[in-house]
């Protein structure tokens, strides 16, 4: 899909595109989400621009990821994408030249989305393509501090659970906390990402003053939220010692009490292999209070073993 803005009395707003004939020179925004061959050689004849291919787009090398060439500045930085699903990290990328930008992804995101729409309400949030570069990353640091901040409140729910007991559900806890692991592991790799792609933008010499301190300002949210990961690990590793350590306490139990048994049973079982024995001379054969006898030490042999262990607060 091709969609493309202009500049119009300072907002954003969407130019219908239904052929190449609609690709003025006064559109300053071209996103393709998931682009047809067509749609790619329409952009690609008319700016003269060359887009970048999806195996181009992976490379995970600094070099492929961004730089400058005659076709412009290029910068490939991940988005998070379906956080509320199944979390993953989408390439988007950016290339600016000749005051145009032009964005290529396989998905439409939701960072995409709510920047377009604050732009038609806002003026002046979108003034040229530079600024909408910048708004991009700035909307997306911000969505991933929302992201950030759901992990913890879901890892404040799962903590309440787990430190109170309240969770029976060992399996479904640990689960959870993979899950919540997963995502913030993902939110990390795209802010480092957004740290290297924002750091050589800075230095490529194209922002203005005022361009130039607004990046400065969204490194450093990109600094504390990069802090506050390390806490969401650090939280999550801790919740899954106490979720391990509880499950350990309860095997434990469990094979204390088997521990117990056998060893209470044990005098019984001896008591009882001595009078199953086939001697002749057993003296209690003959005896008519045998049988009861030998029942009453057993049970006497193994409330023993029973009170010494209870008088000692084992049990």
Known sequence: MLTAFAITENRLSQVQIKGPQDLSADLVWI???????????????????QLPTTEEMEEI?????????????HLHSYFMHDYEERPRNITVAFTLNNGRLFTVHEEDLVTFRMYRMRARREPGLAREATSILLTLFETKV???ADVLEQVYSDLEAVSQSVLT????????????????EDINGKARLSLMDKQRVL?????????????S???????????SLMTHTSFLF????????????????EQNQIIKIFSIAAVV????????????????????????????????????????PYWYFKRKGWL
Do not use: C
Not at 166 to 175: F, I, R
Not at 213 to 223: F, K, N, P, S, Y
């Open 265 to 304: 049973f044990l005098p019984p079982t001896l008591i009882a292999s001595i009078y199953g024995m086939n001697f002749d001379l057993i003296p209690e054969l003959d005896w008519s209070f045998g049988y009861p006898w030998a029942l009453g030490i057993m049970v006497l042999s193994a409330y023993m």
């Open 31 to 49: 996103d393709l989400i998931d682009p047809s061959e067509e749609e790619r050689r329409w952009v690609e004849e008319r700016y003269h621009q």
């Open 61 to 73: 090398e600094a070099t492929a990821r961004f730089y400058e060439d005659e076709d412009g500045l």
């Open 234 to 249: 650090e939280k999550v590793n801790f919740l899954m010692d106490a979720v391990l350590g509880f499950i350990n306490i």
């Open 165 to 180: 007991r309240e969770q029976q559900d060992s399996q479904e806890t640990l689960e959870q906390l993979a899950i919540q």
């Open 142 to 144: 911000e969505r991933l």
């Open 199 to 211: 750091s050589f933008l800075l230095r490529s010499g194209r922002l203005s003053g005022d361009q």
């Open 213 to 223: 301190q607004v990046l400065r300002e969204i490194l450093r949210d990109i600094d």
